[in-house]
């Protein structure tokens, strides 16, 4: 937001010339209020130290949430051990595969990426857009 202007004398005769008057004080105000409080029972303004449901601190059983982490690790434990058990069904390789993989290797073990021609962008290009990003190229 931005400041308000310390000195506008059009808005602070604006607010002079439209303020609201200020109403009557009521002179017996203050002796309604105190008797008021006089009347009231003073034993809702104390504090009550008898156990109700807030001042337990909402905890009805004390064993819910131990009880609760048991029941939650015995279903785990459960569940862990009662899953099927996938068994790999990877075979050892065939003499073929480990003949191909051994070729695969020796091949590839000096050069790993195949030489392969550089492709330039003027070759992407057809002269026709070659000309159109640049006439000085023929």
Same mark, same amino acid.
């Given at each position: ?10 808005? #602070? ?9 200020? +109403? =009557? ?11 008021? *409080? ?10 009550? =130290? #008898?156990?109700?449901? @807030? #001042? @337990?601190?909402?905890?009805?059983? +004390? /064993?819910?949430?131990?009880? $609760?982490?048991? $029941? ?19 075979? %050892?390789? #065939?003499? %073929? ?11 590839? /073990? ?26 000085? *190229?023929?």
């Amino acid at each position: 937001m931005k400041p308000l202007p310390e000195d506008d004398p059009r808005l #602070s005769a604006f607010l002079k010339a439209h303020r609201p008057p200020i +109403p =009557p004080a009521d002179p017996a105000l203050e002796e309604r209020l105190l008797a008021a *409080i006089a009347t009231t029972p003073q034993e809702i303004a104390t504090i009550d =130290p #008898s156990p109700g449901p @807030r #001042s @337990r601190g909402g905890r009805r059983n +004390p /064993w819910l949430l131990p009880g $609760a982490i048991a $029941a939650g690790l015995v279903v785990a434990i459960v569940g862990y051990h009662t899953r099927p058990q996938v068994q790999p069904t990877a075979s %050892a390789p #065939s003499a %073929a595969e480990l003949a191909e993989l051994e070729n695969f290797i020796e091949n590839t /073990w000096q050069d790993p990426v195949a030489e392969q021609p550089a492709v330039y962008a003027d070759e992407l290009l057809n002269q026709a857009d070659v000309a159109a990003v640049d006439p000085t *190229i023929n």
